[in-house]
C-alpha cells in the first residue's frame, strides 16, 4: 500500500506548494542501524497541503529516464523515492551505489542510500526532490543539473578516474579502503595488512626511483646505457641552445619539458625554427614555478604513440594514443564539431568515461594552421581533421587497446625495463609503427617512462577490449579481501578493566603482536594508554591506520552507532551484552566464519557458522569467560 498522508506534518524544509518534505538528515562514514555501507539518511513525509499525484503517475516519468525502474514495484512514495535518489545517484556514469533501504513509521519513512561523497549524495537529494516536485506541478526539470552534480563529484577525492577505478574495484574484491583526509592517500586493507598511496603510486615504492622517472634526461641516459632505443637528443636552456640542437640533429624534433607530466608542455615533429620557437615557449610554461628551466629537443619519430604498462615487473596491457581528430560533416565549422564530439557521452569527463573532452589552446590552432585550417574552417563531409600531433588523452585523445598485438621482444623489453625500478606501476610511452613488430627491427623509440601511470585507458579504452588492471594491481598486495583485514573483536559494551583483561589474554598467546583497542573511556596499543579523541571514529581509524597492529578491539554503544555509525565493515567476533534493537546490528555485518555471542539477563547464544549453542551463566559466572574461549578460534 501507499503510505497514508500526515496529518500532523510539521513542515520543516517543504515549500507552501510542496507535496513531500525531506528532512532530518544524517551522514554516515561507514555501516550504521541503516545500511551496512556509508550512506546519507533521512526522513521523508507527504505534507498536508500539497496534492501527490498517484504513485502510477511518478513511476511512468521518472521511467521514461531510467526504462527499467518501470519493472519493479513500489510499497510507497518513499519506497520509489528513495530508489529513485539511489539510481540518480550512479551519475549516469555507473558508480558503484547500489545501496538503499525505507523504514516505514506512523507518519513518516527513514530512507537512507549509499554514499560515498556527501556533497554529492545531498545534491543528488535535492534534484530528485525538485523532480518529484516538477511532475507533480506538471513541469519540466533541468537534467543538466546531472552535469553539474557529475563535476562535482569529479572534483572529490574520489572522483579521480585511476583513483575512482581502484577503490570501485576494492570495493568489488571486499577489499576495505578509505581516504586519510590529513595525509591526502588512500588506504587499503588495516592495521599490518595495509598500503597507502596515491593513485598508482604507493608506500612501498621507491621514492628514489619514483623521482628518477621525473629527471627524462637522465632516464634517457640509463635506458641508453641498457641498450635499450631512445631518441638523440639533448637538454637546453635557452632557445638560442634549442636550435642549435635542433639543426645538429635535424628537424623534425620533440620538445618536452624535463621536469612534467601527462603529456603538458610536449610538442611533437617541430619542422623549422617558427615552430621550434612556440614549442620551447610551451615547454617552459609548462616547467613547474620551484623547476629550473631545462627544455628537452629530441629527434622526432614517426610512428604511432603507445604505452605499455608493467604491474609489480610485469607487462599487463598496452593501448594506442592517438590525437583527437573530427570528422567533417560539409556544413558545421571545426568549432562546431568539437563541440558537437563534446557533447557525447564517451566525453563527459568523468572518472568512468573512455575520453576527456577536446581542448581548444594555442597548439591545436598552431597545429590547424600548418594544415591550412582554423577553428572557423568548414570540413568536407567525411573528412577526418587530426587536431593535435600530440596524443595527449586528458586533452581529448582516444585510446585504443593494443595488448594482444605486442610482439614478445617488445613485452621482455618493458619486463626488463620495470625490473631495475622498485614501482608497483610503471607505464612506458614509446613510438613505434606497431606493437606487433619487435623493436629489434628498428623504428622504435623509447620516449619515458612514468612512475604514476593513469589505468583507465586499459581499464576502459575508447576502441578495443578492457584489460582489467585495478584488479592486478591490488592483486599484488592482496590476495583477496580476507587477506587485506586483520582479525577484528567487537563489543557493545566493555569496560577498561575487561577490555586490558582481554589485550592481556591475547598477548600471552601472541606475546610478539601488537593489539589496538579502543572503548568508550580509553584507547590502547597493548598495555600503553594513548590520547583519546573526542570524536569517537577518530580513534578506531587512528588504530586501523597503524602499520603494526595485528588484532583489533572495539566498543560500539548504541549512541555512538545513531551518532556516526561505525568506520569498518565486519567483525570476526562479536559480544554483545542485553543489547539494544541498534546494538543489534552489530551482528548483521559479520563474515561467514564469525562468531556471535549474545547475553540476554544469564542466558548466552553462541552462533558460529550456522550452529546456535545456549546455555545458562552460572552463579557469578562472568561474561569474560565466555568471550575469552570465543577469542581463541581466530588466534
Sequence with gaps: MVQDRITDAVRINARKTDAFD??????????????????????FALTTTGRALPIEDYVKEISDRYPHLRDETYDSYAHLFARTVAEVGKLDMGLHLERWSVKPYENYAT??????????????????????EAITQDEDIDFEQISTLQNRFRLSVYGGPTVYALLRTAHKKGIPAFYLWEEGLMQYGYGKKQIRGVATTFDCDSHLDSDFTTRK???????????????????????????GVAREIGYPVAVKPVVGHKGIGVTAEVRDEEELESAYNRAVDA?????????????SIVGADFRLLCVNGKFVAATERRPAWVVGDGYSTIEELIREENRKPGRWDTPTSAMSKIQSDEAMQ????????????????????????????????VSIDATRTVHPDNI???????????????????????????WKSGDFAILEINAAPGILMHLNPAVGQSVDVPSRILETFFESGTSARIPTITFNHISVHDLQETIDHILLQHPDWTVGAVCRDAIFVNRSEKILSKDYNTNVLTLLRNPKVDLLIVEYEEDVLEKEGMFYHGSNIVVLDNPTETEMVLARDIFDDSTVVIRNGDNISIRRQGL????????????????????????
Design 612 to 635: 546456535i549453542e545456549e546455555y545458562s551463566l552460572g552463579v557469578d559466572e562472568p561474561l569474560t569467560r565466555v568471550y575469552l574461549k570465543e577469542i581463541g578460534t581466530i588466534l
Design 412 to 438: 621482455i623489453l618493458a619486463q626488463d625495463i620495470a625490473l631495475h625500478f622498485r614501482l608497483t606501476c610503471l607505464g612506458i610511452d614509446v613510438i613505434a609503427p606497431s606493437l606487433s613488430e619487435s
Design 366 to 397: 598552431q597545429y590547424l594552421e600548418q594544415q591550412r585550417l582554423s577553428l572557423d574552417s568548414v570540413i568536407e563531409k567525411d573528412r577526418t581533421v587530426y587536431l593535435r600531433k600530440v596524443a595527449n588523452l586528458s586533452s581529448g585523445g
Design 287 to 299: 616547467i613547474p614555478e620551484n623547476e629550473p628551466t631545462r627544455v628537452i629537443v629530441e629527434k
Design 111 to 132: 530512507c537512507a542510500v549509499q554514499s560515498l561523497h556527501e556533497r554529492t549524495t545531498r545534491g543528488v537529494l535535492y534534484f530528485v526532490w525538485d523532480w518529484f
Design 22 to 43: 525531506v528532512f532530518k538528515f544524517k551522514h554516515y562514514i561507514g555501516p550504521n542501524p541503516y545500511l551496512d555501507t556509508g550512506a546519507l539518511v533521512f526522513d
Design 217 to 243: 634526461d637522465d632516464c634517457k641516459a640509463f635506458l641508453r646505457t641498457l641498450g635499450f632505443p631512445v631518441p638523440k637528443g639533448d637538454i637546453v636552456v635557452t632557445e638560442r641552445e634549442a636550435l
